[in-house]
């Protein structure tokens, strides 16, 4: 089991979050702030199998949008493995 921590630009996050739940990951929204400007970012945290990984990280690359910047950044992702994972 995995979990991806995605931090995106707010003016993202609909997109992002919507093709995500449309391919049933569950998806929970953190709202975030960074960068040198304090722009606001979400942060996703995206509980998934180990062969959904791919999946899940072209959904969110597919649907950040290109950055305005030649070497600005759509998304900052982590995938960090689980060892436990329960719900109660």
Known sequence: MKLIIAIIKDE??????SALTQKEFRVTLIASTGGFLRSGRSTLLIG?????????????????????????KRATIFVLPVDQFTQV
């Open 12 to 17: 993202d996050n609909d997109a992002v979050s």
């Open 48 to 72: 998934l199998e180990d062969e959904q990984v791919e999946t899940a990280l072209e959904t969110i690359r597919n649907n950040c949008k290109k950055p305005d910047e030649e070497k600005g």
